[in-house]
């Protein structure tokens, strides 16, 4: 059962610890904290993403919805990924969108005492400003690495399209695709229409024989 507006007293998360631990850990780290309801009314966060999405401080955005500080495109985009989170029991992992940089969240479910789940959590780390091998390193020190999904920690920069049968304009929907974009943003992008957008991301799956945005990203960070 899934409630929403309700005020979490007790929390589990799937990081295994409390959220004001993992606001204290973030303190001299390169990490973005949050926490919010299923509605996305913000229960938590830490400085660095209060500065991020509103230039304010975590006192200042707590309480507020995250809806009034991120574009709706964005919002909707990201919602769909915090979905995934929310009916998985695991750590999800993605690479998002966020206000037109590219970051690379790990989300999980929030549940109460009663295991019910009221909310999301997430880390996220900013791709144009924290390298791989530091990404890495937080993740570590959080002994989150087994719990993580294949899936690969591979900065949009590496991309590798050796061998892989794709056209040049095909190329840069899946530049735009690992950096979390809609089909929406792409099209705006590459300056095409949304259903052309969605033809190309549908013959890249196709192409590379992939389900899934997630498999496409696997599938360009392999190795030539």
């Known amino acids: 059962m899934i409630r929403r507006n309700e005020h979490p ?5 799937g990081f295994s610890r409390p ?5 204290v850990f973030s303190e001299d780290k390169p990490v973005h ?6 509605d996305a009314m913000i229960l938590e966060a830490n400085d ?3 500065i991020y999405i509103a230039n304010s401080s975590r006192n200042e955005i707590i309480g507020k919805n995250f809806k009034d500080f991120i574009p709706s495109e964005i919002e909707k985009s990201m919602w769909l990924n915090d979905n995934q989170a929310i009916k998985s029991n695991t750590i999800k992992l993605f690479i998002e969108n966020a206000i037109g940089t590219p970051f690379l969240s790990l989300k999980t479910q929030v549940r109460d005492s009663n295991n019910h789940i009221i909310g999301i959590a997430g880390l996220s780390f900013n791709l144009t400003q924290v390298a791989l091998p530091e990404i890495i390193n937080v993740i570590n020190q959080l002994s989150l690495t087994t719990a993580l999904p294949s899936f690969p920690l591979m900065p949009p920069s590496t991309i590798s399209f050796c061998n892989l049968p794709l056209s040049e304009r095909e ?5 735009y695709i690992s950096k979390g974009m809609s089909a ?5 992008i590459m300056d095409i229409s949304y259903r052309t957008a ?3 991301i549908a013959k890249i799956k196709f192409k590379l024989n992939c389900q899934t945005r997630s498999q496409i990203i696997d599938k360009i960070s392999q190795p030539c």
């Open 9 to 13: 007293q007790k929390q589990l998360f």
């Open 171 to 175: 190329k840069e929907c899946v530049q």
């Open 33 to 38: 904290v949050f926490c919010k309801t299923l």
């Open 48 to 50: 660095l993403q209060a």
């Open 198 to 200: 969605e033809a190309h």
């Open 19 to 23: 959220i004001k631990d993992l606001l």
């Open 184 to 188: 929406k943003e792409i099209g705006r």
